[in-house]
């Protein structure tokens, strides 16, 4: 059974940091792409950081070199270090995962960013 649950998330002030965890099962995260995005009522989802089975990443424009995805294999667990937050990164944040012909996705985890 193919499960993602992601944990982490919380109220920061802006210019705050805050480290999102998305622990899966039923799968290795080391083979196969994880993917980070948000989701804001009102706006699209964004996509917002991605890592490949060989370890590059890439990152929506709005949160390059403040955002970064890693992943510890030996715990399947994928991560996604928020720093330099700003009010426009509040939103619920969900990890996904394409396995075969189906998308996975958690159950999300809220961030707000506020002073």
């Known amino acids: 059974q193919v499960q993602l649950v992601e944990s982490g998330g919380g109220l920061v002030q802006p210019g705050g940091s805050l480290r999102l965890s998305c622990a899966a099962s039923?799968?290795?995260?080391?083979?196969?792409?994880l993917r980070w995005y948000r989701q804001t009522p009102g706006k699209e989802r964004e996509l917002v950081a991605v890592?490949?089975?060989?370890?590059?990443?890439n990152y929506a424009d709005s949160v390059q070199g403040r955002f970064t995805i890693s992943r510890n294999n030996a715990k399947n667990t994928v991560y996604l270090q928020m720093n330099s937050l700003k009010p426009e990164d509040t939103a619920v944040y969900l990890c996904?995962?394409?396995?075969?012909?189906?998308?996975?996705w958690g159950q999300g985890t809220q961030v707000t960013v506020s002073s």
């Open positions: 996904n995962v394409w396995i075969r012909e189906f998308n996975y």
């Open positions: 890592i490949s089975t060989g370890g590059s990443t």
């Open positions: 039923g799968f290795a995260v080391s083979s196969y792409g």
